[in-house]
């Protein structure tokens, strides 16, 4: 259980990780409440994601009450935002609310989170959830459908009505893996996995679902290929040292150490500025967040395809960092040095050589 009278976002993180694995899970969630009521989060604006989190080891745990209480207060403290983690948090108020056997309440409350299916990647994965915890799985369905039809056409593909697909009405317009990467890839997952939970029969948008897997899978893993958005991903340093810590064998994959992790994704930023890819940054992300794609998704956390379909989410969700920062600027990856000292001469070094 936390014991520090400070609690940081890398704590949350942590918390994340390890909290359901702890001795008294209950207990962390009770102090995390205290924490945000107390005024002992070093970031104020991360109290919501410190209640949600409560909410969530309540429920794992069959305390709904708790968990009811908590999820209550998370989504007090993100009143003002409309971001994805507050679409979560809603999502898991109406999940608990399903729970406790106010159904209307819950559906409403999953009904006005549902536009968010058209501009947030997660969402496909938690309204989704939330209304098969319902019951509703089927209305999952068409959610998803709609979803899934308005964002083909918004890109210029057929979305032929589901009930009538053919291989014919779709043409030749199907997006390839790079351009169905964020949004559009994440409704067609998660649509393909509730049908299957309905045991319907695959349709046209299925396929689609499996070939573009696969060719993110392909992209990440052939040797030779030029790499994806995954070489772009980044773990800031205690991000990255948990990671090591979980997963030592992904050291040959992301770097022995932070150094070399840095230096990997300063050298990916190099080629593909030297290639005429501008306006492309580092994709920062979490070890808790990456463990959480792997457990919806049903993937290994420490496979390629993992770290592929994750990267790309993040791209999805316009999750990189400005780059490059001026010579004299702080660096990128949040080292505190300049940037002329810092990431600057990696790639240069790491080329001499």
């Not at 070093?42 to 989190?53: I, K, S, V, W, Y």
Request: aromatic share 6%; charged share 30%.
């Amino acid at each position: 259980m936390p014991t520090k009278d400070v609690l940081t976002s890398a704590d949350l993180t942590e918390l994340r990780r390890s909290a359901l694995g702890a001795a008294d899970p209950l207990g962390i969630a009770a102090e995390l409440a205290e924490a945000v009521e107390q005024g002992r989060l070093a970031d104020p604006d991360d109290a919501g994601r410190a209640l949600t989190l409560a909410a969530e080891i309540a429920e794992t745990r069959a305390r709904l009450d708790a968990a009811q209480r908590y999820a209550d207060r998370a989504v007090q403290a993100y009143r003002d935002s409309s971001g994805p983690d507050a679409g979560f948090a809603r999502a898991l108020h109406a999940r608990i609310l399903f729970r406790t056997g106010r159904d209307d309440e819950a559906l409403a409350e999953l009904t006005e989170l549902r536009p968010l299916l058209d501009s947030v990647p997660d969402a496909a994965a938690y309204l989704s959830a939330a209304l098969e915890v319902g019951g509703r799985t089927e209305l999952a369905e068409r959610w998803l459908t709609e979803a899934v039809q308005g964002a083909l056409r918004d890109r210029g593909s057929p979305a032929p009505d589901a009930a009538e697909e053919t291989t014919e009405a779709a043409g030749t317009a199907e997006p390839t893996g790079q351009e169905a990467s964020g949004l559009l890839f994440f409704l067609l997952q998660q649509r393909h996995r509730v049908r299957r939970e309905l045991d319907l029969p695959h349709d046209q948008n299925d396929n689609l679902a499996d070939r573009l897997e696969n060719e993110l899978f392909r992209s990440a893993t052939t040797a030779g290929a030029e790499p994806g958005p995954e070489a772009r991903l980044f773990l800031p340093a205690g991000e990255f040292d948990a990671l090591l810590s979980r997963w030592p064998d992904l050291a040959e994959a992301v770097g022995g150490d932070w150094s070399e992790h840095r230096a990997r994704v300063q050298r990916e930023l190099v080629r593909l500025t030297d290639s005429g890819q501008l306006g492309l940054g580092p994709l920062r992300g979490s070890i808790g967040r990456l463990a959480g794609y792997a457990e919806r998704t049903g993937v290994d956390p420490t496979t390629g395809q993992a770290r592929a379909g994750y990267a790309a989410e993040l791209v999805g969700q316009g999750a990189q960092l400005p780059w490059p920062p001026e010579r004299n600027e702080a660096c990128w990856c949040g080292s505190g040095s300049k940037y002329k000292r810092c990431c600057l001469p990696r790639a240069r070094a790491r080329s001499a050589g």
